[in-house]
Nanobody
Framework: QVQLVESGGGLVQAGGSLRLSCAAS????????MGWFRQAPGKEREFVAA????????DYTGAVKGRFTISRDNAKNAVYLQMNSLKPEDTAVYYCAARRGYYGTSPNEEAYDYWGQGTQVTVSS
């Protein structure tokens, strides 16, 4: 059974940092582009960051560029999201997703085949 399991969410003050992890199981994700999305209360899910097969291929939404860093460890079948200088507007449920068999990134959630259950990130002001 293919699974993506996020962890690392929590409550943090504005200006703080969190590192989200996404552990994949059931198959190798080394040949999948991976992404992070988030959904704030009352809003639609939105793209945050994505990484291709190569760590040199990354993409970020403008709101997090320079503050968040996506990375992957294919040996551990895992992807990470380092979040620094957090703001209250970063509060959301964060989801990990995998784009099966694709080298490149995509900001469109329809391009992703597997999804995790999400982890809550709350940033207090």
């Amino acid at each position: 059974q293919v699974q993506l399991v996020e962890s690392g969410g929590g409550l943090v003050q504005a200006g703080g940092s969190l590192r989200l992890s996404c552990a994949a199981s059931g198959r190798s994700f080394s040949r999948d582009a991976m992404g992070w999305f988030r959904q704030a209360p009352g809003k639609e899910r939105e793209f945050v960051a994505a990484i291709g097969w190569s760590e040199s291929s990354t993409d970020y939404t403008g709101a997090v560029k320079g503050r968040f860093t996506i990375s992957r460890d294919n040996a551990k079948n895992a992807v990470y999201l380092q979040m620094n200088s957090l703001k209250p507007e970063d509060t959301a449920v964060y989801y990990c997703a995998a784009r099966r068999g694709y080298y490149g990134t995509s900001p469109n959630e329809e391009a992703y085949d597997y999804w995790g259950q999400g982890t809550q990130v709350t940033v207090s002001s």
